[in-house]
Nanobody
Framework: QVQLVESGGGLVQAGGSLRLSCAAS????????VGWFRQALGKEREFVAA????????LYSDSVKGRGTISRDNAKNTVYLQMNSLKPEDTAVYYC????????????????????WGQGTQVTVSA
């Protein structure tokens, strides 16, 4: 019902910024909570940020709090993740995920609660 495509990744120097986009298709998108997750080489996939259906509720991991901003534009079927002050430890493949089930609060950060996933976009931060 939902297909997700990430874009906006690339190579950036430490301290720089990137805006990642998650473009979705499917009528259920506007009813979906959306999260961003990342997976570094040799590491488990971890939560980054999430946004609720209305866009009014957001959740951030401690690693990006104060540096990342998640937003959504349902008219464009797109969710964005603005990342500032990037660090080498931000290097990872970033995935967006959507849930058509009602999830909220801390549950937004749980990987297993999302039922649609994109293929990821690589972010590489050089020192």
């Amino acid at each position: 019902q939902v297909q997700l495509v990430e874009s906006g990744g690339g190579l950036v120097q430490a301290g720089g910024s990137l805006r990642l986009s998650c473009a979705a298709s499917g009528r259920t998108f506007s009813s979906s909570a959306v999260g961003w997750f990342r997976q570094a080489l040799g590491k488990e996939r971890e939560f980054v940020a999430a946004i609720g259906v209305s866009g009014s509720r957001t959740l951030y991991s401690d690693s990006v709090k104060g540096r990342g901003t998640i937003s959504r534009d349902n008219a464009k079927n797109t969710v964005y993740l603005q990342m500032n002050s990037l660090k080498p430890e931000d290097t990872a493949v970033y995935y967006c995920a959507a849930s058509t089930w009602p999830i909220f609060g801390a549950i937004l950060g749980q990987l297993q609660k999302y039922n649609y996933w994109g293929q990821g976009t690589q972010v590489t931060v050089s020192a």
